[in-house]
Structures are given as C-alpha cells and as structure tokens.
C-alpha cells in the first residue's frame, strides 16, 4: 500500500487490492443486472396494469361473453393477464359443455374454475419473475461490500508493517479504497431492495384484482344456468 494525495474516487478503485476491485467488479455487475431488470419489470408490469384496466372495462361493459371469448382466442399472444384468465375458463366452459357433453352445471363451473385457477398461477409466477433477484441483490450486496471493506482494511493495516511511522496520511488512502466497496454494495442493494418492494405489492394487486374477476365471472355462469 503506497500513501497517496489523491484521493479520488478513480484512483481509490484503481490502487485497491485486487481482492478489493474483484468484489467492486462483482458489486457492479450485480447492479447493472438489477438496473436492468428493474426496468424490465417496469415495463411489464406497466403494460399488465393498463391491459387489465382496458379488459375490466370491455367486461363489465356489458358485452357478449362468447364475443370476448373470441376475440380473446383470437389475440392470445396479445391479450393481458386477466384476458387470458378469462379465455380459460370460457374455454373449457364450452369444450365441457359442448365437446364432453356434461350437462351438470356444477360440473361446468368447477371445470372452468380449475382452468382458471390453473391460469393464474401461470400469470402469477409470470409477473413474478426475477423478482427474487432483486431481493437477493438487495439483501447481499452490502455484504459483499462489507466483505471487501474489510480485506481492504486488512491489506491497509498489514502494510503498515513496512511503514517506520505509522500516521493517519499512510493509512487513511487505504482505509478509504476500502470503504469505497461498502458504498458500491449500498448502491446496489437500494434500488433493488425499494424496486422489490414496489413491484411485489404492484404484483399482489394485480392478484388481487384476477382473484376478484374469477369469482365474479363464476358468479355470472352460474347465472346463466
């Protein structure tokens, strides 16, 4: 460790051990990765919300159920959560009624109501992806900060060894570059952890709000009967 005047952020990180920059480097992947699934995840669930919103209102508009049926079927790679859900249950509603032939309208809804269910754990764990990535990056990255924090003061402290005075000047460049691992690790595990947050209570809602709709809709073929 040799003392230094500068004590720039650059040249912290560039006259750090090399344990010190392998665990910056990790740091800093780790917070691009999360920065890009934070954005992902944005977007995702962004456009889940504004699909689940325009099918709510196309539902309760009062239109034909076998008319969103069709559509459904029609646009299913294009369709949201809740209208895929929904081509669910229709779907195996009228292929137990007309294909299977059950004529026990119980039968009908218990069908359509494992279909559904059965499509929203798939939606579910679909809006739930990588979501514990960023819970993970959120709650290790300070360790792996703390980590390098303390190698770097080790190494700081071992090369006051070979120093004949030890002063605040010899040690304090590599106390610095030490600490500089610990702020990385902090800049990495906010975001992630305030994003997880966020996208798991936005997550929870948008269950929440299927759940509700598979109920409703059920209430409303058990109308029909």
Avoid: C
């Avoid at 920059?21 to 800093?28: N, T």
């Avoid at 305030?194 to 109308?223: C, G, H, P, W």
């Amino acid at each position: 460790m040799n003392a230094t005047t500068d004590m720039s952020f650059i040249t912290l990180i560039a006259e750090a051990s090399l344990v010190v920059q392998i665990v910056m480097l990790i740091l800093v992947a780790i917070s691009l990765a999360s920065w890009a699934t934070i954005f992902r995840k944005w977007q995702v669930l962004g456009k889940a919300r504004v699909q689940t919103s325009d099918f709510e209102r196309d539902f309760w508009s009062g239109g034909d159920l076998s008319t969103l049926y069709q559509r459904a079927s029609a646009r299913r790679n294009e369709a949201g959560p809740m209208e895929r859900i929904f081509e669910a249950g229709m779907s195996e509603f009228m292929r137990s009624r007309d294909k299977k032939g059950l004529t026990d309208h119980s039968l009908l809804i218990d069908n359509a109501r494992r279909a559904m269910k059965a499509a929203f754990q798939r939606e579910s764990d679909l809006l739930e992806r990588n979501l514990p990535f960023l819970a993970s990056a959120g709650s290790v990255s300070p360790y792996i900060g703390l980590f390098g924090t303390v190698w770097g003061i080790m190494h700081s402290f071992r090369g006051l060894a070979n120093v004949q005075q030890a002063t605040l000047a010899a040690v304090a460049p590599g106390i610095a570059e030490a600490l500089v691992a610990t702020a990385i690790g902090l800049f990495a595990a906010i975001p992630a952890v305030i994003a997880y947050n966020r996208y798991a209570t936005d997550v929870d809602r948008l269950a929440i709000q299927f759940e509700s709709f598979i109920e409703e809709f059920l209430n409303i073929l058990q109308r029909q009967h």
